[in-house]
C-alpha cells in the first residue's frame, strides 16, 4: 500500500535554473501541464512511517501543503522513525497574469504575450521580490490594457498584494468615475490598494509602476523607482521620475510632516531606514511615505514604437570603492538594445530585448532582482 501526490513540475524539487513559461500564470491549460513528478510514501513492512486515512493536503493561494500522521502502533523494540519537515509545494495560482507570483525558489520568469513580454530574474536574495501584471482586452475592449511593475522590499508580500489588486481598483474607480477623471481614479486606485494592504497588518512594501492604456491615450504612473521609458523613434523619453528622499521636493515634504532624511554611505534614507519616499506599504514608515502617484497622460501616437517599464535593478547605481557610482543601464542604452529587436524587423523578439537588458544590468553589477516588460504600443494606436 502506498500514498502519492502529483506535484506538476514543482520548482521546488529543482534546484538548478528555473525557466517558468508562461503557461504557468495564466488560466491557461493548468490541467494539461505534462510529466507531474510524483512523490510516493511505501508502507514499511516494520510498520514505521505508515501513511494513513488522516493524511490531507490542503491548498491555499499559493502553496500546497502535505501533512502524514505516523503510526503510534509502532514496536517498543524498533526505533521511531523521526517525523519528516512539513513539505511546503508551490502550486501556481491561476490569475490572468495579474500578480503571477515567482514561486518560492523559482530564479527565473519569463513570458511572451501578444503585445508584451515579461522577463525576470532574482538577484542575491533568498526569494525573489519582484512581481508583474499585465491584461489586454479589459471589459471586453481590446484598446484597453492595464501593465505594472512591483518592486517589494522588506519581503514580497506588498508587491504581490499590489500585482493582484491595484489594477482592479483603478479599473473600479475609471468606471466609476468615467473618462474625465481618469488621473483622479488612478490615484484613488493606489490609495485604496494601500489601505487594503495596511488592513492586512502584513510587513513589507512595494515601489510600483503603472500603464493603463483607455481610448488611445497613455496613463504612465509611478509610486518609488520602479521606471517607465518610451521609445519615440528611437529616443528615450523617461516618463516618470524616481522618488528618493534625495529628490529635494520629496525631502521637503518628509521634513514638513516631521521626518529627517539623511544620508548613509552614499545612499539618502526616510528615518536611516528607507531608500524610497513614495510605495505601497511600509506601515512604520506611513506618515511620510505615501502612496499617492504621479502620473504622466500623452495620446499614443505612431511615433511611439514600444514602452519599458522596470524595477530599479536595471536602472540603479552600483557603489564601487571610493564613493564612485555607476548607472547600470541608462535610459537611452536600454533603448538602444531593445530597439533593433522589436523595430523594422519581420520577427520581433522583444522577449529577447528583455533577456538583454536584464542580463546586461546584472553583468554589470547588480545585486538586486530585475524585472522588465516591454509593451508594443502600436496595437494601441
Not at 70 to 84: A, D, F, I, N, V
Not at 182 to 192: F, N, R, S, T, V
Not at 339 to 367: I, M, Y
Request: glycine content about 8%.
Amino acid at each position: 500500500m502506498s500514498c502519492s501526490v502529483a506535484v506538476s513540475n514543482s520548482p521546488v524539487f529543482s534546484p538548478s535554473r528555473i525557466s517558468l513559461s508562461s503557461s504557468l500564470f495564466c488560466n491557461e491549460n493548468l490541467a494539461a501541464i505534462s510529466s507531474p513528478l510524483r512523490i510516493r510514501l511505501h508502507k514499511s513492512p516494520s510498520g514505521l512511517g505508515t501513511c494513513t486515512d488522516n493524511s490531507s493536503i490542503s491548498t491555499s493561494n499559493s502553496t500546497s501543503t502535505f501533512t502524514s500522521s505516523s503510526s503510534s502502533s509502532s514496536s517498543p523494540t524498533l526505533l521511531k522513525r523521526k517525523r519528516p519537515a512539513r513539505l511546503d509545494i508551490p502550486v501556481v495560482s491561476a490569475v490572468n497574469d495579474f500578480g503571477a507570483p515567482a514561486t518560492p525558489c523559482a530564479t527565473q520568469v519569463e513570458v511572451e504575450r501578444d503585445g508584451y513580454s515579461v522577463y525576470c530574474k532574482k538577484g542575491r536574495r533568498e526569494a525573489m521580490e519582484d512581481r508583474y501584471s499585465a491584461s489586454v482586452d479589459l471589459l471586453g475592449d481590446p484598446k484597453l490594457a492595464f501593465f505594472g511593475i512591483y518592486d517589494g522590499h522588506g519581503g514580497a508580500k506588498a508587491a504581490e498584494f499590489a500585482a493582484q489588486n491595484l489594477h482592479k481598483n483603478i479599473v473600479d474607480e475609471v468606471v466609476r468615475r468615467g473618462d474625465e477623471e481618469i488621473e483622479e481614479a488612478i490615484k484613488h486606485g493606489y490609495l485604496k490598494t494601500d489601505d487594503d494592504f495596511l488592513k492586512e497588518d502584513l510587513h513589507g512594501g512595494s515601489c510600483c509602476v503603472t500603464a493603463l492604456v483607455r481610448k488611445g491615450s497613455l496613463f504612465v504612473s509611478n509610486a518609488g523607482d520602479c521606471r517607465a521609458v518610451l521609445s519615440r523613434g528611437g529616443v528615450a523619453e523617461a516618463l516618470t521620475s524616481d522618488h528618493r528622499p534625495s529628490r529635494e521636493d520629496e525631502k521637503d515634504r518628509i521634513e514638513s510632516l516631521g521626518g529627517y532624511v539623511d544620508c548613509c554611505r552614499g545612499v539618502w534614507r526616510i528615518q536611516g531606514s528607507l531608500a524610497v519616499s513614495r510605495g505601497i506599504g511600509d506601515g512604520h514608515l506611513k506618515q511620510w511615505v505615501t502612496a499617492v502617484p504621479e502620473t504622466k497622460v500623452l495620446p499614443v501616437d505612431p511615433t511611439y514604437e514600444f514602452l519599458i517599464l522596470a524595477s530599479d535593478g536595471l536602472w540603479d547605481k552600483v557603489a564601487y570603492p571610493e564613493q564612485i557610482f555607476l548607472v547600470l543601464v541608462s535610459n537611452q542604452e536600454a533603448i538602444d538594445i531593445a530597439r533593433p529587436l522589436c523595430v523594422g524587423v519581420d520577427e520581433p523578439e522583444p522577449l529577447r530585448a528583455c533577456k538583454t537588458l536584464v542580463n546586461l544590468s546584472a553583468a554589470r553589477g547588480s545585486a538586486d532582482d530585475i524585472s522588465v516588460m516591454l509593451i508594443q504600443l502600436g496595437r494601441y494606436i
